[in-house]
Structures are given as C-alpha cells and as structure tokens.
C-alpha cells in the first residue's frame, strides 16, 4: 500500500496496527452501494483517480462507522473475516513510503516462517532466541576484528614482498610479480611497496591463474609507454594515471610474456 508520508515511525506503525486489528475484531459490515459522481463530496467519499470520460454511478465500499471510498474490487462481508493484520514494514518510494503488510492466514504462515527461523537460529548460535542479538552482534564484532588483523597482515605481507621484489629489480629497473591467490588491493600495496624502496622501477604485477587483477606503477613516463604492452599480451582493460595503471586482465597467466617483451624494449621502456 503506497501512502502519501514520508515516513512512519516505528510506534506509529504498532498504533496503526493495533487501531486496524480493532477494527477487525468488532466485525463491522463491509457494504457495497452507489453513488453519482455529484454525490461524492456531500458522503465524503474518498475517491481514487477515475478514468478521463468516466459517466455513470460509482461503487463504493463502505466499513460502517470507518471508512467510505471508491473501488471495484473483491471484499469481505464483515471485517472479521480478516482474522488479523500484521504490518510488516515500509520502504522510500518516489512518491511517499511504500506499507508492506499481511491479513488473515498469511499472517499465521509469517509467523510459521519466524519460528522456524527462531528455531534454525538457535541450533546454529547454540542459544536460545532471547539471546540471538546479542550472539550475532558478538559475532560481527568477531568478523570485523579478524578483518582487521587480516588487513594488518596483508600489508605487512605486501610490504615485504615489494621490498624483495626491489631488491631482485634487474638491471632494466624492471621486476614482475604473480600470485593467484592475489587481489588488486594486495597488488597495488606490493607495487607501492616496492617503488617506495626504489622509486625509479617499473613494477608489474598479477592475480588470478589465467584471468585477474593487473596492476603497473613505476616513473609516469615508463608506465604510459609499458600500459600498451601490457594490454595487448594480458587482454588487459583498466586505467590510472601518476604513475599506476590498473584494471582486470583476461590472460594474467601471461606475465613472462610481458616480461621478456619489456626487458627486450629496455631502451624505450
């Protein structure tokens, strides 16, 4: 049900739903009648948009004592038909916020669904539903610590790999280095590594066992020359600029290639 607000409250939503299901179990009539379009304003109708050129009486649905509007649809006799609603939330749309909500024996099916939910949960987390909260916050909190420590240690990695590399540079200040396990992150923190050492090497670096991650860095003047030579042999598409180029390549298992194409062009590269 699409609603002309701009947002609801939690508490607004828990006293809207339980106003509603007040309304269901009073079993109040749902009658149909009609009326002309002249009619409308005086029984204070609260009409839909009607098709352009519409002529003839109007059907309306009224909830006695509650609600009286236009429309053509289905209906129950009385409101207890309805058995319960259940709200179950609301999102942004353009034109005001968006109510999700259930009625009758779907109301019943979500709450079959929620405990066997409760259920699922409590035999993974091991505890019982009062405390699945606070099991599953301390276990985010976990996750982001080993993210963290994870992190640390990449760096630390990627550092000594890129001073390894800088010291094995050859003699064309040129060094490769390939793991397929390797993303772009960890990649550009060994080529960044590595120049920090020795600013003047052309690093080249990749992941993935046939395609990954491609990363160059080096002087500016030396990577706008090498990028071309790069993309062509690793089917490679990316972009930088200052001195690193990366982007995904298609043939990463290629790298020698690259290698022994830029240590022949040492001159020009």
Known sequence: MDLDEDALAPDRLADLEAAVNAVVRRALPVCVRTAAREEMAAL?????????????????????????????????????ELQAIKLLGTERVARGT?????????????LERATERDRDLSRVLTCGRDEHLAS??????????????????????A????????????????????????????LRAVALAARAKRPDLLVLATGGAVEGPVVLAGPEARVAVAWPIVAE??????????GMRQGRARAANRIDDVAARLASDAGHV
């Not at 976990?142 to 420590?149: I, K, S, W």
């Open 159 to 186: 550092t000594r790999i890129g001073r390894d590399l800088a010291e094995s540079g050859t003699a064309s200040d040129f060094c490769a280095y390939s793991d397929p396990d390797a993303d772009c992150d960890l």
């Open 98 to 110: 968006r109510l999700h909500f259930v009625a009758g024996g779907r109301v019943l099916r979500e």
């Open 233 to 242: 042999i690793l089917g490679a598409r990316g972009g930088g600029r200052d």
């Open 44 to 80: 204070g109708v609260r009409s839909r948009l009607l098709p352009a050129g519409f002529e003839g009486p109007l059907r309306l649905i009224e909830i006695d004592g509650v609600d009286l509007n236009t429309c053509g649809g289905t209906h129950v006799a009385n409101t207890s």
């Open 136 to 157: 599953i916050e301390r276990l985010v909190a976990e996750r982001r610590g080993l993210e963290r420590t994870v992190a640390d240690l990449k760096a630390a990695l």
